[in-house]
């Protein structure tokens, strides 16, 4: 069994910071892509960022420059440091790992999500 647990979410005024943390624990062999999704309330859920086991990341344009995803492979273990917020970064961020369970067996899991509002 693995499970996917993120912290990290709150209440912060334009302008702040935040930190998200999700992190992965059970039977893994590898953790292959990790990444970070939004949706805020009406709308569907998008790419915030990701990163490879590789190392390679992806932005979405409206997050780059003030957002960075970093990760831990020996803690299993992905980041998001969000600053400058602005109100239209309020949503649930929900992380998303690609988790190798054997050799060359993946499986997608999602974490429970954390709500990020911004607000003054």
């Known amino acids: 069994q693995v499970q996917v647990v993120e912290s990290g979410g709150g209440l912060v005024q334009p302008g702040g910071s935040l930190r998200l943390s999700c992190v992965a624990s059970g039977s893994i062999f590898s953790i292959n892509n990790m990444g970070w999704y939004r949706q805020a309330p009406g709308k569907q859920r998008e790419l915030v960022a990701v990163?490879?086991?590789?190392?390679?990341?992806t932005y979405a344009d409206s997050v780059k420059g003030r957002f960075t995803i970093s990760r831990d492979n020996a803690k299993n273990t992905v980041y998001l440091q969000m600053d400058s917020l602005k109100p239209e970064d309020t949503a649930v961020y929900y992380c998303?790992?690609?988790?190798?369970?054997?050799?060359?067996?993946?499986?997608?899991?999602w974490g429970q999500g954390t709500q990020v509002t911004v607000s003054s």
């Open positions: 998303n790992l690609g988790i190798e369970l054997a050799a060359l067996r993946f499986k997608s899991y």
């Open positions: 990163k490879t086991a590789t190392g390679s990341t």
